[in-house]
């Protein structure tokens, strides 16, 4: 594949009816914010404004809350199968409007067409299935000696969620959360509630009792910190940075609330001696520029035996280099924007200061890809020569690029990869399955791709150290929102 740039002047910047939107919905109504603000909502790849979210505030989310807190009696006691009915009638709304999910997910992020549906749409249609069947084999209640052990759901629960996957990410919360019997405020990412919008009109379609969902766009200093603080809130769910998430948590530690955070990653890519190094090289790269590198679990780290580290070098930055970088409308775009200009100046940044630290750029660089006029695009950058302390080895880039580093034996590639503060992904391969499982035991995070093992909506997802606490999906999303209770018979 040759390198190929598509300028997005080509892209439709059309609004959609579904995207103007201004109001709340709480206590299953809609209902214009307290302050009769709006966000204007921008395409990354068009710069130009086409959609607009309620911008809601402080008696916003008290609002909330308080409906939540009303609904929680009925919907906590609810019998399961009814709750799984009305919450099969959400997924399948969800289903009906896929093809204006995916369109959504490509003007509010940036997304190619077939990363909407591959990252973004389908997984989050997949989890929703994941904690409807989970459900089923829950041990919602259970003897142990004389004691009857009960699971119910934990009260209000408060979701915060973050920009890159706005879909995916928001029912990786809820539905574990009104599965569980916990009551939701939702707060989405200011620059894409879009979606958020989409999944609450499926929510208000499938009769979900008012109050049990309530969706509240705003900033996450107001809202976000409304939510983090409140009393009457009784578990918080953010995903986010870590920096963020470390303000989240202290703000609900006062109210001794359950606190599950999903933060940022740096996760690495072991290639073991031995192992077909293309294949390995290729997934590697494109797992690190997936949605544009804004991908908490992303393999930004490339682990290489040093005896392969010039072929895998140029294996990368071939791969990096064919990737085809514009207008995500196009079936063949690889890569679209990065979310906004801001966005743009944080991962060119730290591209200028690793090579002030004597990084060497094998493909990609600050500059605008060729032919792009418009469009918040950075090119897939592979960097080496970089020390293990260095920042672009140690910090969430959040963008298009991948480090390489070599090793010498098999313990500092272990060492190498566990020796970041984050621990949320990563990835080995190897010449056989046992070798490559033998170091995926080793690695000190919550997930790990043996020899491209696909992603499972089912398998419990979380991060270790600075990545966070708590876990999502499957059984373990739905037991963050649950209560266990040990009735002595
Ligand atoms: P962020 O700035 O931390 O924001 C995340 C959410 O928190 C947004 O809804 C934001 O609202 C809100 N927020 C901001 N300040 C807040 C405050 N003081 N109190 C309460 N809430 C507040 O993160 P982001 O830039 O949107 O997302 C990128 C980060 O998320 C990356 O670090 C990435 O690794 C991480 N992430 C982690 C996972 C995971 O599962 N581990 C998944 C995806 C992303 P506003 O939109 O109004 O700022």
């Given at each position: 594949?040759?390198?190929?740039?598509?300028?997005?002047?080509?892209?439709?910047?059309?609004?959609?009816?579904?995207?103007?939107?201004?109001?709340?919905?709480?206590?299953?109504?809609?209902?214009?914010?307290?302050g009769?603000?709006?966000?204007?909502?921008?395409?990354?790849?068009?710069?130009?404004?086409?959609?607009?979210?309620?911008?809601?505030?402080?008696?916003?989310?008290?609002?909330?809350?308080s409906?939540?807190?009303?609904?929680?009696?009925?919907?906590?006691?609810?019998?399961?199968?009814?709750?799984?009915?009305?919450?099969?009638?959400?997924?399948t709304?969800?289903?009906?409007?896929?093809?204006?999910?995916?369109?959504?997910?490509?003007?509010?992020?940036g997304?190619?067409?077939?990363?909407?549906?591959?990252?973004?749409?389908?997984?989050?249609l997949?989890?929703?299935?994941?904690?409807?069947?989970?459900?089923?084999?829950?041990?919602?209640?259970?003897?142990v000696?004389?004691?009857?052990?009960?699971?119910?759901?934990?009260?209000?629960a408060?979701?915060?969620?973050?920009?890159?996957?706005?879909?995916?990410?928001?029912?990786?919360?809820?539905g574990?959360a009104?599965?569980?019997?916990?009551?939701?405020?939702?707060?989405?990412?200011?620059?894409?509630?879009?979606?958020?919008?989409?999944?609450?009109?499926?929510?208000?379609?499938?009769?979900?009792?008012?109050?049990?969902?309530n969706?509240?766009?705003?900033?996450g200093?107001?809202?976000?910190e409304?939510?983090?603080?409140?009393?009457?809130?009784?578990?918080?769910?953010?995903?986010?940075?870590?920096?963020?998430?470390?303000?989240?948590?202290?703000?609900?530690?006062?109210?001794?609330?359950?606190?599950?955070?999903?933060?940022?990653?740096?996760?690495?890519?072991?290639?073991?001696?031995?192992?077909?190094?293309?294949?390995?090289?290729?997934?590697?790269?494109?797992?690190?520029?997936?949605?544009?590198?804004?991908?908490?679990?992303?393999?930004?780290?490339?682990?290489?035996?040093?005896?392969?580290?010039e072929?895998?070098?140029?294996?990368a930055?071939?791969?990096?280099?064919?990737?085809?970088?514009?207008?995500?409308?196009?079936?063949?775009?690889?890569?679209?924007?990065?979310?906004?200009?801001?966005?743009?100046?944080?991962?060119t940044?730290?591209?200028?200061?690793?090579?002030?630290?004597g990084?060497?750029?094998v493909?990609?660089?600050?500059?605008?890809?060729?032919?792009?006029?418009?469009?918040?695009?950075?090119?897939?950058?592979?960097?080496?020569?970089?020390?293990?302390?260095?920042e672009?080895?140690?910090?969430?880039?959040?963008?298009?690029?991948?480090?390489?580093?070599?090793y010498?034996?098999?313990?500092?590639?272990?060492?190498?990869?566990?020796?970041t503060?984050?621990?949320?992904?990563?990835?080995?391969?190897?010449?056989?399955?046992?070798?490559?499982?033998?170091?995926a035991?080793?690695?000190?995070?919550?997930?790990?791709?043996?020899n491209g093992?696909?992603?499972?909506?089912?398998?419990?997802?979380?991060?270790y150290?600075?990545?966070?606490?708590?876990?999502?999906?499957?059984?373990?999303?739905?037991?963050?929102?649950?209560?266990?209770?040990?009735?002595?018979?």
């Amino acid at each position: 594949m040759s390198t190929r740039r598509q300028d997005a002047g080509a892209v439709d910047g059309d609004r959609r009816p579904e995207w103007a939107r201004s109001a709340v919905y709480v206590d299953g109504r809609w209902r214009e914010t307290a302050g009769g603000r709006i966000l204007e909502v921008e395409n990354p790849a068009t710069e130009t404004m086409i959609g607009a979210a309620a911008d809601a505030g402080a008696e916003d989310a008290e609002a909330a809350i308080s409906a939540a807190g009303a609904a929680f009696p009925s919907w906590s006691a609810m019998p399961l199968p009814e709750r799984l009915a009305v919450l099969e009638r959400v997924r399948t709304g969800l289903e009906r409007r896929r093809d204006l999910l995916l369109e959504t997910i490509v003007a509010e992020i940036g997304a190619p067409v077939r990363v909407a549906r591959e990252a973004h749409v389908d997984p989050g249609l997949a989890v929703l299935r994941a904690y409807l069947d989970a459900a089923e084999s829950l041990a919602w209640e259970e003897r142990v000696g004389n004691s009857l052990v009960l699971r119910e759901g934990i009260g209000v629960a408060a979701c915060i969620t973050p920009w890159n996957y706005p879909f995916y990410q928001v029912l990786a919360k809820i539905g574990g959360a009104l599965v569980a019997g916990a009551t939701v405020v939702l707060k989405p990412a200011e620059l894409t509630p879009l979606s958020a919008y989409l999944i609450t009109d499926a929510i208000d379609e499938a009769g979900v009792p008012a109050g049990v969902f309530n969706l509240i766009p705003g900033p996450g200093r107001v809202v976000g910190e409304a939510l983090a603080g409140h009393p009457a809130v009784d578990a918080i769910s953010f995903t986010g940075s870590t920096l963020v998430g470390a303000r989240v948590a202290a703000l609900a530690a006062a109210s001794i609330k359950r606190v599950s955070l999903e933060l940022g990653g740096k996760s690495a890519s072991v290639i073991l001696p031995g192992t077909d190094l293309e294949p390995a090289v290729h997934a590697s790269v494109e797992a690190a520029m997936l949605n544009s590198g804004q991908t908490c679990t992303a393999w930004t780290r490339l682990l290489v035996p040093r005896t392969d580290l010039e072929a895998a070098t140029q294996l990368a930055a071939a791969r990096a280099g064919a990737l085809v970088v514009g207008d995500p409308t196009q079936p063949e775009t690889d890569l679209g924007p990065v979310v906004s200009p801001a966005q743009r100046h944080t991962v060119t940044g730290f591209i200028e200061r690793a090579v002030a630290d004597g990084a060497r750029i094998v493909t990609g660089g600050t500059e605008r890809p060729a032919g792009l006029t418009r469009g918040h695009y950075v090119w897939p950058t592979v960097v080496t020569d970089v020390a293990p302390d260095a920042e672009i080895v140690q910090e969430e880039v959040f963008g298009p690029v991948l480090t390489i580093q070599p090793y010498d034996s098999i313990e500092e590639a272990v060492a190498l990869a566990n020796a970041t503060p984050y621990g949320l992904a990563g990835a080995v391969w190897g010449p056989d399955q046992e070798a490559a499982l033998a170091i995926a035991r080793r690695l000190r995070t919550g997930q790990v791709d043996v020899n491209g093992g696909a992603f499972n909506p089912a398998a419990p997802f979380g991060g270790y150290g600075r990545s966070g606490n708590g876990r999502e999906l499957g059984r373990w999303g739905i037991e963050e929102f649950l209560e266990t209770k040990a009735l002595q018979l």
